[in-house]
Every structure is written in structure tokens, then in C-alpha cells.
């Protein structure tokens, strides 16, 4: 029997990364990205300095590993969720992120509603220009006079500015909400960008 290629991580690495993210987190929310060290996140975290760097090299070391993490889990919660309700959808293709960005409000209230840190707010907008491109590709935007490149620059720049919305006003509306709301828009413009692509 072949061995996983997986190997499986230990739980203590896992719950000291974990301590680091929440205290990076916890130092956000008191004061500007520029002033954190590794010094504070350790001491938050209640870890030594040593500790900190058996786990990453340095803070953008550690923001651009938590930015790839985050990509994964929104891209595992969008698929979990479409595969859950089977169907496409309009108010369901997006369920799964909103969900997720909901279920973890307090990291994205951070790094994206607050401060948009910049490697997040890129990969969260790689992930929806991903998806509207895959939309555009199965519908002829031309017989509507629109330019492909731009329908997915204001696709995804539309969605990303929303959800920072949604964040900064403290999430007023519901997932479930806010997918039927984006699904009617879509209707509306008669342009079915996301609807049509596979999740």
C-alpha cells in the first residue's frame, strides 16, 4: 500500500499557528499593520520569539502563507456548497463564500474590511476574476456590445467592493441575503457572469 504524499501535521504546530494568526489578528485591531513585530505577536500569542520563526521566516512570510490559506478554504466552502444544494443557482453560487466570510468575520473584518491588506485583497480578487472569466468564456458577451476584459474587471472589482461593504457596516444582511441580492443583479444586467461558471 503506497504511502499518502500528505504528511500529517502535528497538532501542536497547528494550535501554535493558530495563536499566532489570532494574535496577529487581536494586534490588528488595536493598531496600524506598520507597527506590528514579531515581538508583539509573539507576546500575544504567549510564545516565545524562537517559536515565531520555527513557523515562518518573518510577518509578510506569515501574511502571505495565512493569504494562501484563505484562498484554499474559500475555494473548499464555495465547491462544499454547490455540491450540498446541487444546483447552480444564482443565489446559491455564491452562498458558499459568504457563508464562509460570515463564519470567520472577525479575520475578514481585518484584513479585508478594515485595513485591505493587499496580498488578501489580491488573492480574494484573483479568486473572483478566476470565476468570472470561466462565466464569460461560456456566454458571448459581444452581441451585448461588452468588452470581455472589462465585464470581468467590473465583475470582479463590484464583488470585492460589496463584501468590503458588507464588512465595514458590520454584515447587515445575511448570506443567504446578499447571494439573492448579487443573483438579481446579475439577472438584471442580463449578463449571467457568475451563474455560468463551475464552482
Do not use: C
Request: proline share 3%.
Amino acid at each position: 500500500m503506497a504511502e499518502s504524499n500528505k504528511t500529517k501535521i502535528d497538532p501542536r504546530v497547528v494550535r501554535t499557528r493558530q495563536l499566532l494568526k489570532h494574535a496577529l489578528i487581536e494586534l490588528l485591531q488595536e493598531m496600524e499593520p506598520e507597527k506590528i513585530t514579531v515581538n508583539r505577536i509573539a507576546e500575544k500569542a504567549t510564545i516565545n520569539r524562537v517559536t515565531f520563526y520555527l513557523h515562518y521566516r518573518d510577518i509578510q512570510d506569515m501574511m502571505e502563507k495565512m493569504a494562501d490559506e484563505m484562498v484554499e478554504a474559500i475555494k473548499l466552502a464555495m465547491t462544499k456548497t454547490v455540491e450540498e444544494k446541487k444546483t447552480g443557482s444564482d443565489d446559491v453560487i455564491l452562498l458558499g463564500l459568504l457563508e464562509h466570510i460570515a463564519e470567520n468575520a472577525s479575520f475578514y473584518k481585518v484584513m479585508i474590511g478594515s485595513y485591505r491588506i493587499p496580498i488578501f485583497q489580491e488573492k480574494l480578487k484573483d479568486i473572483f476574476v478566476q470565476k468570472i472569466t470561466e462565466g464569460v468564456a461560456k456566454r458571448s458577451l459581444q452581441e451585448h456590445g461588452i468588452q470581455q476584459d472589462f465585464a470581468i474587471w467590473f465583475g470582479s472589482s463590484a464583488l470585492l467592493g460589496t463584501i468590503v461593504s458588507w464588512l465595514r457596516n458590520d454584515m447587515p444582511y445575511s448570506p443567504q441575503f446578499l447571494a439573492r441580492q448579487f443573483a438579481l443583479l446579475l439577472r438584471r444586467g442580463d449578463l449571467e457572469l457568475l451563474e455560468k461558471s463551475t464552482f
